[in-house]
């Protein structure tokens, strides 16, 4: 993450926008269900249409607002991971030819390819799954909270013990993710490394009929990166079955309630 901070700072302006963009876009959101709430009511007290209108308008002019942050927090997210990406590659380039024969030995032509190639696209994409899913979860969290205790401070301590079950679940699948997510990178290190020996010494494996072996030896690469890939998204499938389990618990102790009380 301090790396990432430190190929970001140059465009700290950029960021300073998405946020802004973001927090808006969160609070345009949670502004139209209470727009629609208001408008039942209205409708149920038999208010006039011009209220009712009014209370329309003031959806559809929310709703213009928040698809407009979204759009352009979304191409500036884009924007902003593009350039971090591009900025991180120059230095990689910039580093590389600076290392010895030997340092470059040491770290192997496919650490170095992979480091380059697929840790950098991997961090752009990271960044912009981060802008787009992530951080907007902290404004609406705030807000939604905000909101629900306006309504009915009972009711919304629920959600508020329901978050703080999931956030201790999330940090401790993370927690044991984490080194598999470390052993992934060994392992597409040798992936590479296989399969740089397989396409540089074909005609040596032909000729001495390797040919099975070196199958068999790509074959146990494969399958190793992918029993270790499949622990890993198996421990966050977990976590998404619990926020849901959360979300439609908190949603039936609401309606139990409401229809109680």
Same mark, same amino acid.
């Given at each position: 993450?301090?790396?990432?901070?430190?190929?970001?700072?140059?465009?700290?302006?950029?960021?300073?926008?998405?946020?802004?963009?973001?927090?808006?876009?969160?609070?345009?959101?949670?502004?139209?269900?209470?727009?629609?709430?208001?408008?039942?009511?209205?409708?149920?007290?038999? !208010?006039?249409?011009?209220?009712?209108?009014?209370?329309?308008?003031?959806?559809?002019?929310?709703?213009?607002?928040?698809?407009?942050?979204?759009?352009?927090?979304?191409? /500036?997210?884009?924007?902003?991971?593009?350039?971090?990406?591009?900025?991180?590659?120059?230095?990689?380039?910039?580093?590389?030819?600076?290392?010895?024969?030997?340092?470059?030995?040491?770290?192997?032509?496919?650490?170095?390819?992979?480091?380059? /190639?697929?840790?950098?696209?991997?961090?752009?994409?990271?960044?912009?799954?981060?802008?787009?899913?992530?951080?907007?979860?902290?404004?609406?969290?705030?807000?939604?909270?905000? /909101?629900?205790?306006? /309504?009915?401070?009972?009711? !919304?301590?629920?959600?508020?013990?329901?978050?703080?079950?999931?956030?201790?679940?999330?940090?401790?699948?993370?927690?044991?993710?984490?080194?598999?997510?470390?052993?992934?990178?060994?392992?597409?290190?040798?992936?590479?490394?296989?399969?740089?020996?397989?396409?540089?010494?074909?005609?040596?494996?032909?000729?001495?009929?390797?040919?099975r072996y070196e199958q068999q030896r790509m074959d146990g690469t494969f399958r190793d990166y992918a029993n270790t890939a499949i622990r890993a998204n198996r421990l966050f499938a977990n976590l998404d079955g619990i926020s849901y389990c959360a979300s439609a618990g908190t949603k039936r102790l609401h309606y139990a309630v409401s229809i109680c009380g």
């Open positions: 993450m301090r790396l990432v901070l430190r190929f970001a700072r140059p465009y700290w302006w950029l960021a300073a926008i998405i946020v802004a963009l973001s927090f808006v876009e969160s609070v345009a959101t949670l502004l139209i269900p209470t727009f629609l709430a208001d408008l039942i009511d209205e409708g149920a007290t038999t !208010a006039t249409f011009q209220a009712m209108a009014n209370t329309c308008v003031k959806m559809v002019v929310v709703a213009v607002i928040a698809s407009s942050c979204a759009i352009t927090g979304g191409w /500036l997210a884009a924007v902003f991971s593009s350039r971090i990406a591009k900025t991180m590659r120059d230095a990689l380039y910039s580093k590389s030819l600076d290392l010895s024969m030997f340092d470059f030995r040491s770290f192997g032509i496919a650490s170095m390819t992979t480091r380059t /190639l697929n840790d950098v696209n991997i961090i752009q994409v990271m960044v912009t799954n981060f802008i787009i899913m992530m951080m907007p979860v902290p404004f609406i969290f705030g807000i939604a909270l905000f /909101l629900a205790f306006q /309504l009915n401070v009972s009711l !919304a301590w629920w959600p508020v013990g329901f978050i703080i079950v999931i956030v201790i679940v999330g940090a401790c699948i993370l927690r044991s993710a984490t080194p598999l997510y470390r052993k992934l990178q060994r392992m597409l290190d040798r992936i590479d490394t296989v399969l740089l020996e397989n396409m540089t010494g074909v005609r040596v494996i032909r000729a001495f009929g390797k040919e």
